[in-house]
């Protein structure tokens, strides 16, 4: 991390277990010690903070965290770039007798009941242009922005067939201009799951449209890819990953419950304990995390590849279309229709797939013997 990284302390981020004031020193003349002596004080999987006027620290500090298998989890200043310098630390097993990951591997799910859960792709554009994105949103993607009242009819249809849950992803909804009035509208009628990166509702009519946000009937999902800020960054773009720690900790200030999806690649599944100790710091409880794969859509050249018969439905409407399952939403074989609705079409086309799936695993496989 270099000092141009530094950024403000996140809102509500970690609780720290212990803190030490390094004052001046450097990590060559004793800070080293004290800094072990502090991190053996506390549990693995709880935070230290330490608290340094040193600059040259924010250099030598992010390998010796590595090399002792701790998690450098955030830097942050009085917003002066003058320090004194905060850094909160995540204790990891030694590296002696290192015991073996135990949060390793994706998120298993279960089937949920066809026509039970609908995605609407609010938007497409985004402040961000994460390297894997499905959607291919960014920055510069045409919004698409999805029509209030098309999405109104939507939630019609949807809540008088038996739907239960309403997720809105993006691009970053937030951009959306009528994401208010959206959520409010589904949240009347089923619960509603808002997929964000927490990052543009901080100020101003943002701001607004999430304190207006029903605690009881909307829950926020922030993406957030490791426990410090390596990995998401280098995913998501430099200081995205504070960014979103004070995302979710207004978010939790102000009362929503919060889940975290990480999405990450096979390679990268180690770093999996430490953000499932990083979580718990937060306060984000096992049933709210979602460790999920990286797909082979969008922006994605490697992934898990996606096609009716590698993945179960989730029915997901756009502004100009309906698809198999929200992750592949640029994929046109994965497209079911070009008008959104009505939903019972699109569910009828689901159906049809399904039996014919159905038909072929019965059907299976004879033997034909000749001895």
């Known amino acids: 991390m270099s000092v141009s990284e530094v950024v403000p302390d996140p809102v509500g981020a970690w609780t720290a277990a212990a803190e030490l004031d390094g004052g001046t020193a450097d990590c060559g003349s004793g800070l080293l010690l004290s800094l072990t002596g502090a991190m053996r004080s506390i549990d693995i ?14 250099v030598d500090l992010p390998a010796w965290a590595r090399l002792a298998g701790h998690e450098l989890l955030t ?6 770039g003058a320090g004194p310098w905060r850094l909160a630390i995540l204790r990891g097993a030694p590296r002696a007798g290192a015991t073996p990951s135990t949060g390793a591997g994706f998120t298993s799910g279960s089937t949920v009941p066809l026509g039970s ?34 999405a ?7 809540a008088a067939q ?30 509603v799951v808002i997929l964000t990166n927490a990052m543009v509702f901080e100020k ?29 960054d280098r995913q998501r773009g430099a200081g995205s990953h504070a960014r979103a720690l004070a995302g979710i900790g207004l978010a939790k200030q102000l009362g929503f419950r919060v889940r975290v999806a990480a999405t990450l690649g096979e390679d990268e599944l180690g770093s999996v304990d430490q953000l499932q100790a990083a979580l718990t710091n937060l306060g984000v409880v ?13 922006f994605a050249d490697e992934g898990i590849h996606i096609s009716l018969d590698t993945v179960e439905p989730e029915p997901t409407i756009a502004v100009d279309g309906a698809w198999w399952h929200p992750v592949a939403v640029t994929n046109d074989h994965l497209k079911i229709a070009d008008q959104p609705l009505p939903l019972a079409a699109v569910l009828n086309v689901i159906r049809d797939v399904l039996a014919v799936q159905a038909a072929g695993s019965a059907e299976g496989r004879k033997v034909f013997r000749c001895t």
Request: proline residues 6%; aromatic residues 6%.
């Open 45 to 58: 999987g709880d935070v230290l903070v330490l608290r340094t006027e040193e600059k040259s620290v924010l």
């Open 75 to 80: 830097v942050a200043d009085d917003g002066s």
């Open 117 to 150: 859960r609908l995605w609407l792709y609010s938007n497409f554009h985004f402040n961000l242009a994460c390297d894997y994105c499905c959607a291919q949103s960014s920055p510069k993607a045409d919004p698409r922005l999805l029509p209030l009242e098309l």
């Open 152 to 158: 109104r009819t939507a939630v019609d249809e949807f």
């Open 162 to 191: 038996g739907g239960r849950e309403l997720l809105i992803t993006g691009g970053e909804p937030f951009l959306h201009p009528d994401l208010g009035a959206i959520v409010a509208y589904g949240a009347e009628q089923v619960s």
């Open 204 to 232: 101003g009519r943002r701001r607004r449209t999430l304190e207006s946000l029903d605690r009881d009937r909307v829950t926020l999902q922030v993406s957030l890819d490791s426990a410090g800020p390596a990995l998401h």
């Open 286 to 298: 096992p049933e709210d995390r979602l460790i999920r794969p990286v797909a082979a859509e969008g």
